[in-house]
């Protein structure tokens, strides 16, 4: 005779709404975060020291979410739906999206140089062209070595997890009809 | 149904002799539910509990009732 009632079952209707309020928490934290880096950028001007513990959180808790999805064979199988759905594949749009960060940045920069510190038009435009050019230099391979390779590798990690997993299968079918 | 009786601590393996009798792959079967080749694999080792709404998308596909797939009787 228990005082207490016990059951096994969780009501996951308060779980499943506390963890779409954790999402929501994540999403307002993050826009916080980028509002206060905005605002900062403009009031104090660039630097690091300024923004550092934006760029912490948002680095930090956008790498957690990553590693987790990873561990626990998240990440491949949302690239798997995504990619069975989308007429794009995931590798591609990362590819693409690598190249027009590294150009758009490389842009930003040579428009930059060449308002802030060239004088008259032809300095201008060399400034421009130098500045972009060393720009996409660095910056075209660092973004599509994040993105496309970051990619393959977190996938082939996750795909190793997620296989680990369904491994524990003792006729060891994890996609046989038989 | 009572949805404890839903939850699965052991392998499904009503739900993978309904998919081999349709002839489908566990992605095949995954493809015409809607989720991941994964997740399928997970509900058959019982490694996943799918909430209501999976467990009636995966029965409407393969043609069963949710009795014939996830019913387990009481301990």
């Known amino acids: 005779m228990g005082l207490y009632k016990t059951s096994k079952v969780e009501d996951e209707r308060i779980t499943n709404i506390k963890n779409k309020i954790y999402a929501e928490i994540y999403i307002l ?3 916080i975060c980028s509002i206060s880096f905005v605002v900062k950028y403009f009031i104090y001007g660039i630097g690091i020291e300024v923004v550092a513990t934006e760029l912490i959180i948002l680095i930090l808790s ?3 979410y990553l590693y987790r999805s990873t561990k626990l064979g998240i990440y491949s199988a949302e690239v798997e739906m995504h990619d069975s759905k989308s007429k794009w594949p995931q590798k591609k749009k990362n590819l693409y999206f690598g190249v027009a960060l590294g150009i758009g ?44 390779v970051g990619h393959d590798v977190i ?12 491994d524990d299968d003792e006729s060891g079918d994890d ?4 | 149904m009572m949805m404890t009786n839903l939850v699965m601590m052991m392998k499904n393996i009503k739900l993978k002799l309904a998919r081999v009798e349709h002839d489908l792959s566990q992605a095949e079967l995954a493809e015409r539910v809607g989720v ?30 949710l009795d014939e797939l996830f019913w387990e009787e009481p301990e």
């Not at chain 1, 040579?110 to 130098?130: D, K, P």
């Not at chain 1, 996938?155 to 369904?166: E, F, G, P, V, Y």
């Not at chain 2, 994964?38 to 393969?62: R, S, V």
Request: net charge positive; glycine share 6%; aromatic share 12%.
């Open chain 1, 62 to 64: 956008g790498s957690y």
């Open chain 1, 29 to 31: 934290v993050s826009v």
């Open chain 1, 175 to 178: 996609d046989e009809k038989y």
């Open chain 2, 36 to 65: 991941s080749r994964q997740t399928i694999g997970l509900i058959e080792l019982g490694k996943y509990n799918p909430t209501l709404n999976l467990c009636l998308a995966i029965c409407h596909t393969l043609g069963k009732t």
């Open chain 1, 105 to 148: 940045i490389a842009l930003v920069f040579g428009i930059n140089s060449a308002v802030q510190y060239a004088e008259g038009v032809r300095q201008s435009i060399s400034y421009f062209f130098l500045t972009a050019a060393v720009s996409l230099m660095i910056y075209l391979p660092f973004f599509l070595i994040i993105l496309v």
């Open chain 1, 155 to 166: 996938k082939k990690r996750s795909d190793k997890a997620i296989n680990k997993i369904l």
